[in-house]
C-alpha cells in the first residue's frame, strides 16, 4: 500500500510537470494544446498559452491528476462512478487566485462557484462516467462533480446548481 500512495504521488508530480513537456513551450510555461481544446481558463491565473487564458486539450487536463469516487446524483437512476481532474489540482496547476469561478457550459448554463469550495470538498471536472469518456450529449465531455454521498451539506440545491455539465470556459475572479 505504501508503494501505491508513493507511486500515485510520483506519477501526479510527473503529470503536473508533463502538462509543459513534450510541447512547445510558451513564454507563461504552458505548452500549447495538441489536441481539440476542451477547456478555457482565463481570469486570475498565472499559467497561460493563449493570450492570457489557458487552453487544455483531454490529454493536458488528465496530465494534471486524477481522482474517483462513486455518488448519487439527481441527474442518474443509480449511484455513478466519475472520473476526473481534482478541481483543487486544476487551479493550483493554472496558478489561479481569486475567490469565484466562473463556469460557462456549451448549453449557456452559468454558475458561479466559490473557489473555497475546491478545498473543502474533493470536487472534480469528471471527463468519465462509470469509466467511460461523456459525450455532449449526456453531460459531457467536462461535468463538475461534487461526491455528494461523502457529506450531507452536498446533498442540496446550491451544490447540485453548481455542478455544470458541459462544461467549456472558466473564468477565475
Known amino acids: 500500500m505504501p ?3 508513493a507511486r500515485r504521488a510520483l506519477f501526479g508530480l510527473a503529470g503536473v510537470l508533463a502538462i509543459g513537456g513534450g510541447r512547445p513551450a510558451r513564454a507563461a510555461g504552458l505548452a500549447m494544446p495538441q489536441g481539440k481544446v476542451v477547456l478555457s481558463v482565463s481570469g486570475s491565473i498565472k499559467q497561460s498559452n493563449k493570450d492570457g487564458a ?11 491528476g486524477s481522482a474517483s469516487f462513486k455518488t448519487s446524483t439527481p441527474w442518474y437512476d443509480t449511484p455513478v462512478t466519475f ?8 487551479l493550483d496547476a493554472l496558478g489561479a487566485s481569486g475567490t469565484t469561478l466562473t463556469v460557462y457550459a456549451l448549453n449557456d448554463y452559468k454558475t458561479d462557484i466559490p473557489i473555497e469550495d475546491f478545498r473543502k ?6 471527463t468519465k462516467r462509470d469509466g467511460a469518456y461523456m459525450p455532449v450529449r449526456d453531460k459531457g465531455p467536462l461535468f463538475i462533480v ?12 446550491v451544490y447540485y446548481s453548481r455542478s455544470a455539465w458541459q462544461v467549456a470556459r472558466m473564468v477565475v475572479r
Request: no cysteine; charged share 20%.
Open 83 to 90: 472520473s476526473g481532474v481534482p478541481m483543487a489540482k486544476l
Open 54 to 64: 489557458a487552453e487544455l486539450d483531454m490529454d493536458m487536463l488528465e496530465a494534471i
Open 3 to 5: 508503494h501505491a500512495v
Open 146 to 157: 461534487y461526491p455528494y454521498d461523502s457529506d450531507p451539506i452536498l446533498k442540496h440545491q
Open 121 to 126: 470538498f474533493p470536487a472534480i471536472l469528471a
